[in-house]
Structure formats: structure tokens, C-alpha cells
């Protein structure tokens, strides 16, 4: 059953249904409504107490919703079942399935609001019997009531009274839990629910609205200044207008040795801060959006209007006069559009301005003072010690850098220092990050000096920089937050993205894997839902994952290429011979991999299919083969010249001789593993015998001359049907022998052509192969390769009579011959035919 949840989110609309009716199989043919939810509650039980995730518990929810939209469940019956198990220890599940119901049937769900409040409300029978309880079931409301809110096929103005009095209960649990100290690890999913449900609210808040309800940024600020007050034993508030007020207390909330609090308090005001400011900009955002909407309901308004008085100005005036009534018209109309295009510019930088200045560096914003708080939960020794501080205050450091830029900009080191040290210990990084001048500072630079004693080793301190960095969970949370900030601010974090592609290699650890993963499934996100270009070097270290010890990420790279070999704009074939030329780079970094670079290629290669492509990567490859080929025919002439106890190190561009080798081999089997059709074979003998273009790989490297020779081979076989070779039957005894003796009858069309291409390739390959180096670097005479081969390609002979199709494979072999004599003539090795002219 586990593998049916995933395919609901397939993006091929058989597949869902195919999952959504396995599901209606196993949970609710042959059933009632009211027995059918009592086996989804069993059914929720059981994976929520046993191995489920998040994702397994969002795919049922899809496939309850998608199972009630196709009318396979009685939603009216089903909805009142639920609700009936409220008061039991079902409630938790009956919650999560209710949620689904809200996003097919909002008015059965709806209509049960009443009986909510009546439950769940102040000393409800379904409210829970402790915090835990109450926060888990809280957060389960919260999302159903979202998940409500935001179905387009319900008006929440009926029901917006009782909506905002669940929505108020919810706000009083929370803060309750935060005074009371009855904080549990729930609290915080709570408190992030019912702060997304006030912001969903105020979208619908009407002019009769609460001021909660119109202005929940208001009222999120002031739960935060009392939370901070109450944290911080000072009255924060009363120095709202006082700058020396402000830092004074943050300080005095970071550093007082007198205040004595729970790190799941001090987290909880930092996880609010965090939370808060995204969601403010997220409203000032549906702001914007409204009123351009708004907006533009006015100017398609006002157009229909005019185009109403055009209507009748033609019925009532002569036909000159209202066609000038309506040329006027339309340059009115035209004028207000350009109008509408301006104002609308100048509202954009107004809301930026206001998100960049305001919301974090304004003098009076609740946001800035903050900022120490934040910074000190990965700078402060005191306060990142506990796991739960150092994480909140990392992922709410990233929702400040997703608002502001500026902010973003000055920070990002901070960020990546932790995520990807360079070397054993980047505490003085830490340390002097947060340039300040501030006593946490300080206090960070002197932890720093004792965490980099020799004599002592590294410290396993719990606020050291060494368990701070190999904390997994928090890196792995931060690997997801630079995914949003380089979507958010591509400029800014696209210089660091490097090191976020060296996340993807490294060391096989358990913990190592598992951030790996992280990484790739990132990168995997952005690359196919077009957030960023796929870059070579991200597809060169994603190509070696394919064959992973790691299964799940070795599932995920194969995905990625599998994905983007899909799409029209060719990505793969446009970066194949980059990806194949420095493919041995990162062998290192990629460990033990079965096949090695030789198995990954052939991989890669069977995405290239199309006859199109293979011609064009027959001359990419070849012209990356020569020039590696070169490089390295020059290094062992110099080492040669030079003498054999002096070693060459490289050449001019720092690549040394046993690269340049690995490049070549890559190269060489990408270039024969390939399928090569009959016009492929021409464009290969183009390069090879013609131009000359492969020349010095040839004399110089076996494995180029394998790889021909393997393409001669695998060109000579009979094709039996339309399939692959691979997949052809192989030929045994006489038949074998006479399929791949050479033809020595009369050869015409197309066919001769290829046979005689395949003779003077062999031949070229072998001269090279047996002769001397220096002499594969002169050009060949052309009584030995050249001329014969060119003779034979440009005179094929006449077509046998009866076969009636000979003209058209003749006429295609005349007109490549010319072709080939002109490119042979071009390059100046040899006069050709017309030599004894």
C-alpha cells in the first residue's frame, strides 16, 4: 500500500486515477460511509504509530480528497462519522481525514463548524486532556480550517464569525503554553498553524471585521513584544522609541546571567520573530497582487463602458463621424493602459522599498531588535549549546535573509560557514561573522580561540563550533532554506552556489549520505520545476551519484536525467561533451563506483537517441578528443625531449598528462557508444578520413582505435528488424562468417556508399595504429587512405537493372562525394581526384 501513495502525485492524470481507484479497492468498495471511515481511522492509527512520514500522511489525504471528488465516498455521512469520533482517541486522525473532505466538499465541513466550537472550544470534551493534546489537535484544526479558508468553491462569509472565534481559541492555547511553560515540541507547529490561519483570515476580513481579524500583523507584534518582555524580565516595549533602549535589551535578553529561562521559551520567541516577519511579507505581497487586480477589473470595467457608447454612437451618428468618435476612443483607451503600466511600476518599488527598509531596518520595527537574538543562537557559545536553539535561530536567520536582500547579502557567509566549512575549524569564521562590535561577538571570538587550542584537540563542548557544525539536522534545514534563497535572490547566492554543488561529493558516512541527499534533492527541485538552469557541473557530480551505494540518492540523480532528457530544449545533448570531457575531475570526490567512469558514460549516452544528435556529438566529441589528444601527445614529446628522469607536471593549461589520458578514454567510449545509423557512419569517415580530425588520438591512443574499431564492427552486423543491436539475434556458423566478409560484388546507393566509408575508416585506423608517432603527425599521402576512399564514395556503381529504386541512393552518393573531394581539397592535405588533372 506504501507504494501506491506516491503515485498520486504523478503528473501523468492515468496514473493518479489508476492510484485513486487501487485505493478505492482496498478502503472502500463493498463498504458504507460510516464503516469506510472507520477503517481509514484504523488505517491512520496504524501508519501514524508505525513507520509513516509526512508524505505518506499527505498522499492519503490527496487520495481521500481525490476518492470524495470522484463520488466514491458519501461525503455528508462521512463528515458527520468523523466528527462523531472527536471525543475519543480517534480525534488526531479524524482531524487529518476531515482535512481532506474541506479541499472536495467545503459545505458538508462547514456546516459541522458549530459542532466544532462545541468540542474543541474552551473546556470542549474534544479539546485534550494535556498540552500535548491540546497543541497536536490545535495545529490539526488550524490547517482544516486553512485548508477551508482557501477552497475557491466556498464563500467564507457565512461562517467568518465562527472561523475567527476557532481562530481566537487557537491564538489563546498558544500564547497559554508559552506563559504557563507548558511548551512540548508540538508547540511550534501550533504556533506556526494559527499564525497562517490569522494571515489566511485577513484576506476575507470585511469593514465589520475585528481589528485582530483586519490587521493580524498587528496582533502578531504585540504576542511577540509581550512574549519578549516576559522572556527578557524588561519592558521592551516602553523602548520602542529609544535606540539605546532597544539594543540594550536584546543584549540584556542574550547575555544576562541573572535570567534564568528554557530553551524551548527562548526558542519559542525566536520562532516567532522568524515566522512573523515572513508571513508579513507574504501579506504585504497579496496586497500588491489585490491591487493590481483590482485595478484591472476597473480598466476592463471602464473599457466595456466605452465600448458600449461606441455601440451606440454608431447607431445614432453617420458613419464618419463615429468612426472618429472611435479612433479617439481606442487612443483614450491606450493612453490610460500606458497610464495603469506606470502606476503600477511605482507601486512595485514602493512595496520593495517598504520590505527592504522597513520590516527589518526600521527604527522603530519590532523585526530589528530581534537580530541579536537570532545571531546569537549560532555565534553565542551559551546559547547555541542546546540543539533546539541553534536550529530555530538558524531557520529563522534564513526568513530574515528571504525578506531583505541587504540582509541576506550581509549575512551569507555566516550561513554557509556553517553549512560548508573548509576546513577543520571554522570557529574564528563564526566567531568574527557578526561584525558588530557587540559583546556576543566577543564572546564568540574568545569560545573560538579555546576551541582552536593544538594542545587540546577539537572541543565536544555543547556550545563548541565542532558540535555546531556536525549537527546533521541543522544542516540539512539549511541546505533547504539556500534552495529558497536562490530562488528568492538568485544574484546574491548564485556566486556561492559552487560550494552547494560540493555538497553532492565527499565522504560515504552515514551523515555525509544523508546531507548528499539533501543537496540533490534540492538541486532536483529547482532544475525541474525551472528555478535554475542546469549547469554542467551539477549534472557531471549527479551523473556519478547515479550509481550511489546509497540507494535513495542514487534513485533521485537517475530521476533528474531520466526528466530532463524529456524536455524539447535538449539540455543533456547540449551539455554531454562538457559533461564527458571533465567527468573524470570529479572521480575522486565520487569514491568507489561499480562500472567506474566507463559504466557512467553509457548511462548518459543512452539518452542520446535522436539521428540528428549523433551527427552533431560525432563532431563535438571528436574536436574535445583531438584537443586532449594534443595536449597530451605534446607533454610526452616534451617528457621525451627532456629526458626520462625529469617528469612533465601539465601542460599550458594546468591539466597534466593522466587527466588529459582520463579525458580522452571518456571521450572515446561516449563516441562508440553510440547507435550509428547510416548517415552517421558518413559524417565519422568525414572526420576521420577526410578531415583528418582525429588524427593524433588515433596514433596516440588504444582506446580511440577500440572505440572505432568497435563502431566498424557493430556497422558491418546485420540488422535484423527495426530493433536495437543490442537487441538483435546473434548470427551463428556460415551465415556469420558471410554477413561480415567483406562484399565483393557491385556495390551502388546508399549501402555502397557506407561499405566503402567502413573500409577506408578500418584502414585509416589501422595505419595510424601500426605506424610510428612522428609519422602519424604528417599528413597521409593520398595513394595510402585519402584518394582511395574518396574515389570509391565519389564512383559508386551504376544500379543493377530491375531494382527500380537505385536513382535516389545514387544521386544522394554523387552529390556527398563533391562534398567530401571539397572539404578534402579545403584543408590543404592533398589535391585529391583532380591532382592528376
Known sequence: FNQVLGLIWSRHVNVREAAVEAFNRMHLEGRDAKTAMVGLLEMYRRGC???????????????????????????KTAVASLVEAFPGPDCSYALRALAAFAGSHAEEVAGELPRF???????????????????????????????????????????????????????????????????????????QAVMDLSFELSTSATSASSAGQRCPDKLWEQILCKMTEGLAGSKMAACADTAEGEGHSAEQLVQSEEVKVSSLRVGGVIFVAGHLALRMLVLLESLQSALKK??????????EEQREQREKNKEGKKKKKGSQVEVQDVGAADTGGMGIAGQEEREAEAFAALVEQRLLYGTKSLLDKMKPLLLAGLLNP???????????????????????????QDYLQLLFSVLFPKGEEESSVLGSAWD???????????????DERPSQGRSTAPGSVAVLLEDTTLRQSLLVAVGDLLFRHPNVVEPWSDRLYAALGGSTKNSRSELRLTALLVLTHLVLNDMMKPRAVLLMRALWLTASSHEATARVARILFQELSKRSSNVVYNLLPEIIARLPEYKDQAGAIPGGAEGRIRFIM???????????????????????????????AESLNVGETQEVEGDVDGCSAASRQDAVSCLAWALGSMSYSDRCILRLHDVIVARKGLNVALAYHPVVRDSVMGIIERARKPKVGRGKDAGAEPIAGEEAAAAAAPDQGPRG????????????????????????????????????????????????????????????????????????ERKVRGRGRGAGRGRGA
Not at 512520514?53 to 499527505?58: D, G, K
Request: proline letters at 5%; glycine letters at 8%.
Open 49 to 75: 504509530t508505525g513507520d509513516w512520514t509526512y508524505t505518506h500522511v499527505a498522499s492519503v489525504q490527496q487520495l481521500i480528497q481525490q476518492a470524495a471528488t470522484l463520488g466514491h465516498i458519501c461525503p
Open 749 to 820: 546507393g546508399a549501402a555502397g556508399a557506407v561499405a566503402t566509408a567502413l573500409e577506408a575508416i578500418e584502414r585509416t585506423v589501422k595505419l595510424l595504429g601500426e605506424g610510428e608517432i612522428a609519422q602519424a603527425l604528417v599528413p597521409l599521402p593520398d595513394s595510402s587512405v585519402e584518394a582511395p576512399a574518396v574515389e570509391a564514395a565519389a564512383q559508386p556503381a551504376a544500379p543493377v537493372s530491375g531494382r527500380g529504386r537505385g536513382a535516389a541512393p545514387k544521386r544522394k552518393a554523387e552529390e556527398a562525394a563533391p562534398e567530401v
Open 294 to 303: 483590482q485595478r484591472q477589473l476597473e480598466v476592463d470595467a471602464k473599457l
Open 117 to 191: 466550537m462545541e468540542l474543541m472550544g474552551p473546556g470542549g470534551a474534544a479539546a485534550g486532556s494535556n498540552a500535548l493534546e491540546r497543541q497536536e489537535r490545535i495545529r490539526l484544526l488550524c490547517q482544516l480550517l486553512q485548508q477551508l479558508h482557501n477552497n475557491s468553491a466556498w464563500q467564507p462569509a457565512a461562517c467568518g464569525n465562527i472561523l475567527w472565534e476557532l481562530t481566537q481559541h487557537a491564538v489563546h492555547v498558544v500564547v497559554e503554553a508559552f506563559v504557563l511553560g507548558e511548551m512540548t515540541p508540538q508547540w511550534f507547529g501550533a504556533c
Open 436 to 450: 558588530g562590535g557587540s559583546s556576543v561577538a566577543e564572546l564568540c571570538e574568545e569560545a573560538s580561540l579555546q
Open 606 to 636: 543512452q539518452f542520446v537517441e535522436k539521428e540528428k544528435h549523433v551527427e552533431g556529438l560525432v563532431d563535438k566529441l571528436s574536436i574535445r578528443i583531438e584537443e586532449k589528444a594534443s595536449g597530451a601527445a605534446v607533454t610526452a
Open 382 to 408: 551559551a546559547v547555541r549549546g542546546a540543539p533546539v536553539l541553534r536550529r530555530l535561530a538558524a531557520i529563522s536567520l534564513c526568513k530574515f535573509m528571504t525578506i531583505s536582500k541587504q540582509f541576506c
